[in-house]
C-alpha cells in the first residue's frame, strides 16, 4: 500500500540530510535542539510532494497525468479522496493545481518506470518506506518506486525529483544510497546481484539529461554501506558527549562545506570560522580587493567557489540578527525600519472578467499564466485613460522591516511595531 505524505514520519538520520549528516556528525545534534518547523513546508517543497503524488496514484492506478489535468492536489489530505480535488476546487494553503507542466514532467517519469517494470518477474513497489538498517536503526525513508526482477536480481530504486534549483548528481548520491540499503533489506530474502539507481528530475537541466543512473554491484554497495555506517557512529558520538566544554566539542563535531547549505543552524561556529579563512586567504585585506579584471580564470574560479560559503555565513548572520531584532535586541549602531510597500490586486477574479470591458489590448497579453500581471507591468501595457479603471482592484500591501545601520535616512521604527510588517531583512 503506497504511504501517504501526511503518514510519514522523520528519520533521525533522514536520507535527505545524508550529504550533510555524514559530513558534519555535530549538526543532526544541533538541529534537535531547534523547535520542530515541519508543519510549515516551503511552496517548492509542497509542489514537489503534489507531483509525487500523482505519480504515485498514477502508478498505483495504472492511470496518466492527463486524466487529473486542470485539478488540484491537497498535499495535507489524509486520503486519496481528500488530496485529489475536482476542477474548479477553491485554492489556499497546501493546495497545487495540476498543471500542463506537471503533467507532462510527471508522465515522463511514469513512462520511465512503467517501462523498466515491463515484461515477467519484474515486482513494482510506489512509495514505499525501506529502512536502512545496515547503516543505523534511526535510518529510514520513502523510495518513490522500486522495482526488483527476480530472474535478473536487478534492482531498481527511483527518485523522483522535481525542483528546479539544485542540481541532483546520481552517481555517489548518500540519499539514493541509504534508498538502496533499504530498498535490499526489504528483499533481504532474495538475491539482489546489482541495484540500478534512478534520479529523474524534468526541471533542472544537465548534461546527461533528466535521467540519470548510478549502477551499484553488490560488493560496491557493502563499502557504500559501510561507510555510511561509520559517518552514523559518529552522530551516535557526538550525541553522547554533548556535555563536553562546547568550544572542543564544536572542533571534533562540526566541519563546514557545502552541505551547510540547508542547514537550520545559524550559530554555527564551523561555518563561522570556514567564512573567516576564506575570506582572509582569498581577499587579504578587504580594503583593497583586488579587480576582478586582473584574475586569471582559475583565480576567478576560486573566489567564485569560496565565495559561496561566506554568502551562506552571510544569510546565516543576517536571518539571526533580524530575529533578535524583532524581539527588540537590536545589533550595536543598527535599527529597524518600514520596508517598500507593494501594490497588488485585491480583487482579480473580478478584475479579470472586466478588462475586456474597458481594455483596449488584447487580454491575452496581460497574463502571465496562471497569474494576472502586477499593477505596475499592466498600466505600462494599457492607455493612460484606461488606468483610472484599475484603481479600485488595487490594494497596497506594506512591505517586511528592514535592519539597517543607524545613519540610514529612513525613520526608525519601535520593535514592537515589527509584527505589523511581516518579516524583517537585512539590508546591510
Same mark, same amino acid.
Not at 536520507?15 to 520542530?36: F, K, M, N, T, Y
Not at 496514484?57 to 498535499?75: E, P, Q, T, Y
Not at 485529489?84 to 503533467?103: K, N, R
Given at each position: 500500500?503506497?504511504?501517504?505524505?501526511?503518514?510519514?514520519?522523520?528519520?533521525?538520520?533522514?536520507?535527505?540530510?545524508?550529504?550533510?549528516?555524514?559530513?558534519?556528525?555535530?549538526?543532526?545534534?544541533?538541529?534537535?535542539?531547534?523547535?520542530?518547523?515541519?508543519?510549515?513546508?516551503?511552496?517548492?517543497?509542497?509542489?514537489?510532494?503534489?507531483?509525487?503524488?500523482?505519480?504515485?496514484?498514477?502508478?498505483?492506478?495504472?492511470?496518466?497525468?492527463?486524466?487529473?489535468?486542470?485539478?488540484?492536489?491537497?498535499?495535507?489530505?489524509?486520503?486519496?479522496?481528500?488530496?485529489?480535488?475536482?476542477?474548479?476546487?477553491?485554492?489556499?494553503?497546501?493546495?497545487?493545481?495540476?498543471?500542463?507542466?506537471?503533467?507532462?514532467?510527471?508522465?515522463?517519469?511514469?513512462?520511465?518506470?512503467?517501462?523498466?517494470?515491463?515484461? @515477467?518477474?519484474?515486482?513494482?513497489?510506489?512509495?514505499?518506506?525501506?529502512?536502512?538498517?545496515?547503516?543505523?536503526?534511526?535510518?529510514?525513508?520513502?523510495?518513490?518506486?522500486?522495482?526488483?526482477?527476480?530472474?535478473?536480481?536487478?534492482?531498481?530504486?527511483?527518485?523522483?525529483?522535481?525542483?528546479?534549483?539544485?542540481?541532483? @548528481?546520481?552517481?555517489?548520491?548518500?540519499?539514493?544510497?541509504?534508498?538502496?540499503?533499504?530498498?535490499?533489506?526489504?528483499?533481504?530474502?532474495?538475491?539482489?546481484?546489482?541495484?540500478?539507481?534512478?534520479?529523474?528530475?524534468?526541471?533542472?537541466?544537465?548534461?546527461?539529461?533528466?535521467?540519470?543512473?548510478?549502477?551499484?554491484?553488490?560488493?560496491?554497495?557493502?563499502?557504500?554501506?559501510?561507510?555510511?555506517?561509520?559517518?552514523?557512529?559518529?552522530?551516535?558520538?557526538?550525541?553522547?558527549?554533548?556535555?563536553?566544554?562546547?568550544?572542543?566539542?564544536?572542533?571534533?563535531?562540526?566541519?563546514?562545506?557545502?552541505?551547510?547549505?540547508?542547514?537550520?543552524?545559524?550559530?554555527?561556529?564551523?561555518?563561522?570560522?570556514?567564512?573567516?579563512?576564506?575570506?582572509?586567504?582569498?581577499?587579504?585585506?578587504?580594503?583593497?580587493?583586488?579587480?576582478?579584471?586582473?584574475?586569471?580564470?582559475?583565480?576567478?574560479?576560486?573566489?567564485?567557489?569560496?565565495?559561496?560559503?561566506?554568502?551562506?555565513?552571510?544569510?546565516?548572520?543576517?536571518?539571526?540578527?533580524?530575529?533578535?531584532?524583532?524581539?527588540?535586541?537590536?545589533?550595536?549602531?543598527?535599527?529597524?525600519?518600514?520596508?517598500?510597500?507593494?501594490?497588488?490586486?485585491?480583487?482579480?477574479?473580478?478584475?479579470?472578467?472586466?478588462?475586456?470591458?474597458?481594455?483596449?489590448?488584447?487580454?491575452?497579453?496581460?497574463?502571465?499564466?496562471?497569474?494576472?500581471?502586477?499593477?505596475?507591468?499592466?498600466?505600462?501595457?494599457?492607455?493612460?485613460?484606461?488606468?483610472?479603471?484599475?484603481?479600485?482592484?488595487?490594494?497596497?500591501?506594506?512591505?517586511?522591516?528592514?535592519?539597517?545601520?543607524?545613519?540610514?535616512?529612513?525613520?526608525?521604527?519601535?520593535?514592537?511595531?515589527?509584527?505589523?510588517?511581516?518579516?524583517?531583512?537585512?539590508?546591510?
Amino acid at each position: 500500500m503506497t504511504e501517504l505524505s501526511s503518514e510519514r514520519s522523520h528519520a533521525r538520520l533522514a536520507p535527505s540530510a545524508a550529504h550533510r549528516w555524514s559530513e558534519c556528525p555535530g549538526s543532526v545534534v544541533l538541529e534537535s535542539q531547534i523547535p520542530d518547523t515541519s508543519s510549515t513546508s516551503s511552496t517548492a517543497a509542497e509542489e514537489g510532494t503534489a507531483a509525487h503524488e500523482l505519480a504515485a496514484h498514477c502508478l498505483n492506478m495504472g492511470f496518466d497525468a492527463k486524466r487529473f489535468l486542470g485539478r488540484r492536489i491537497d498535499v495535507n489530505g489524509d486520503c486519496i479522496a481528500t488530496m485529489f480535488l475536482a476542477v474548479g476546487a477553491p485554492s489556499g494553503d497546501g493546495i497545487y493545481g495540476v498543471d500542463a507542466e506537471m503533467v507532462e514532467c510527471v508522465q515522463d517519469y511514469i513512462d520511465l518506470v512503467r517501462k523498466a517494470a515491463r515484461g @515477467e518477474n519484474n515486482e513494482l513497489q510506489v512509495e514505499q518506506r525501506v529502512y536502512a538498517k545496515k547503516i543505523h536503526e534511526d535510518c529510514h525513508g520513502t523510495a518513490d518506486a522500486i522495482i526488483y526482477n527476480g530472474v535478473t536480481t536487478v534492482l531498481h530504486v527511483f527518485d523522483l525529483k522535481y525542483g528546479r534549483g539544485v542540481v541532483v @548528481e546520481a552517481e555517489g548520491n548518500k540519499q539514493c544510497a541509504i534508498y538502496a540499503s533499504g530498498a535490499r533489506t526489504k528483499f533481504h530474502n532474495r538475491n539482489v546481484g546489482q541495484i540500478q539507481v534512478h534520479i529523474f528530475q524534468p526541471r533542472a537541466p544537465h548534461p546527461k539529461g533528466s535521467h540519470r543512473t548510478w549502477e551499484i554491484s553488490a560488493e560496491e554497495m557493502d563499502l557504500v554501506e559501510r561507510d555510511l555506517c561509520l559517518a552514523a557512529g559518529d552522530v551516535d558520538d557526538a550525541s553522547e558527549v554533548y556535555s563536553y566544554p562546547k568550544e572542543q566539542w564544536a572542533g571534533k563535531h562540526l566541519f563546514a562545506g557545502e552541505h551547510c547549505r540547508f542547514c537550520k543552524v545559524v550559530n554555527c561556529t564551523a561555518r563561522a570560522d570556514q567564512a573567516l579563512k576564506v575570506a582572509q586567504t582569498e581577499f587579504g585585506d578587504t580594503t583593497e580587493l583586488r579587480s576582478p579584471e586582473g584574475m586569471s580564470s582559475d583565480e576567478l574560479a576560486s573566489v567564485l567557489t569560496k565565495a559561496r560559503q561566506i554568502q551562506h555565513w552571510i544569510k546565516a548572520v543576517e536571518e539571526h540578527a533580524a530575529a533578535e531584532a524583532k524581539e527588540g535586541r537590536l545589533p550595536t549602531g543598527f535599527k529597524q525600519v518600514a520596508g517598500r510597500s507593494s501594490r497588488a490586486w485585491s480583487d482579480e477574479e473580478k478584475l479579470r472578467k472586466l478588462l475586456p470591458v474597458f481594455c483596449s489590448v488584447d487580454a491575452n497579453e496581460l497574463y502571465e499564466e496562471p497569474k494576472l500581471l502586477s499593477p505596475a507591468k499592466l498600466e505600462k501595457l494599457i492607455d493612460k485613460d484606461e488606468r483610472a479603471n484599475l484603481a479600485p482592484f488595487i490594494t497596497k500591501r506594506q512591505g517586511g522591516t528592514q535592519l539597517v545601520p543607524d545613519d540610514d535616512p529612513r525613520p526608525a521604527i519601535r520593535p514592537d511595531a515589527a509584527s505589523e510588517f511581516g518579516d524583517t531583512s537585512s539590508d546591510t
